[in-house]
């Protein structure tokens, strides 16, 4: 088993930056793809980003459009964990984030399957 906790949300203006967290214990995730989702009130579930498993060499991680050019995903394996570091924040990025674990495809994508998830974490952009 995997367990995800998230970390580092909160209040922020917008222009302004963030990193979250996603500590993982239970298991090395190194071989799994994780993602970061994000849910909004009154708004389905979407994929903010993904990053492959460390056997994917090329094309390793993904965006939304929406973040593309703002957010960066990336793992620190010595420390089981994954970072997304959210910049230029607008309020339209206002959710509670998620991430998730993929044991099943190495490679993420939009359509990746997720096995282990977190409790989640809030972000408000707001002046």
């Known amino acids: 088993q995997v367990q995800l906790v998230e970390s580092g949300g909160g209040l922020v203006q917008p222009g302004g930056s963030l990193r979250l967290s996603c500590a993982a214990s239970?298991?090395?995730?190194?071989?799994?793809?994780i993602g970061w989702f994000r849910q909004a009130p009154g708004k389905e579930r979407e994929l903010v980003s993904c990053i492959s498993s460390i056997i994917i060499t090329d094309d390793r991680t993904n965006y939304a459009d929406s973040v593309k050019g703002r957010f960066t995903i990336s793992r620190d394996n010595a420390k089981n964990t994954v970072y997304l570091q959210m910049n230029s924040l607008k309020p339209e990025d206002t959710a509670v984030y998620y991430c998730a674990a993929s044991a099943v495809q190495a490679k993420c994508n939009i359509i990746t399957p997720y096995d282990y998830w977190g409790q989640g974490t809030q972000v408000t952009v707001s002046s």
């Open positions: 239970g298991r090395t995730v190194d071989y799994y793809a």
